[in-house]
């Protein structure tokens, strides 16, 4: 799937020149992952506490023509619209329309018997058991799921749950052919990485928590 609102006008806003002079090492890290894995291009936006702090492109988004990456390239993000689904089903409960404990055979007509009990919610977390299944309250959207056997699973709908250098962490890949991306959320450090990239290697989000340590108070050293 293409990148949606995410690689929109609103998505790359301008950055300040004050900022666009930090985090060289950010810069210096990427040209050397791009270097290493052979990365054609990269697409990167840093905000921390609400506000733009990095936003970069990098190589090629075309070797053919020899046309670089910019701000408004066009990425395909796999599964990162899995995030985009879940609000907007969330939305959509919020306003009464629906329940995330609906049966989906609520909405969907001729659904197998074995379905019968599969809610929306399976289907957000990835617990419905369907072969092949290809205000919001953000806590809900970031809770662990419970299974039926009442242990949880670090995956809430449509982010994975985890932690990175003692940092709490939420977030998301996405790959298609060619192309890897991620988005990955550090809410106690108000701070979220995207990554856009044109590769087959699945290194988008080992970038972009990589890039978080830059911005984290007790920054990491690059390897």
Request: no cysteine; aromatic share 8%.
């Amino acid at each position: 799937m293409r990148l949606l609102a995410l690689a929109g006008v609103a998505f790359w806003l301008v950055l300040p020149a004050n900022q666009a002079a930090q985090a060289d090492g950010v810069d210096n890290y990427i040209k050397n992952q791009m270097e290493r894995h052979r990365i054609p291009g990269v697409a990167l936006k840093v905000i921390q506490d609400g506000k733009t702090a990095k936003i970069a492109a990098y190589g090629l988004a075309n070797l053919e023509l020899n046309v670089p990456v910019s701000p408004e390239t066009v990425f395909e993000i796999g599964s990162i619209t899995k995030q985009f689904t879940a609000a907007s089903i969330l939305l959509l409960a919020q306003e009464g329309k629906l329940s995330v404990d609906d049966n989906i055979s609520k909405y969907l007509s001729d659904t197998p018997e074995a379905w019968k009990n599969v809610t929306i919610r399976h289907l957000l977390t990835h617990t419905s058991g369907i072969k092949s299944y290809t205000g919001l309250d953000g806590f809900q959207m970031w809770s662990p799921v419970r299974l039926n056997d009442g242990k949880t699973r670090n995956y809430g709908f449509g982010w994975s749950l985890g932690g990175v250098e003692g940092h709490k962490n939420i977030g998301h890949s996405g790959s298609t052919s060619g192309f890897s991306a991620s988005i990955q959320r550090f809410p106690d450090d108000k701070l979220a990485v995207i990554i856009l990239t044109n590769t087959d290697e699945e290194i988008a989000t080992t970038l972009a928590r990589k890039i978080a340590g830059f911005y984290f108070k007790e920054p990491v050293a690059a390897k």
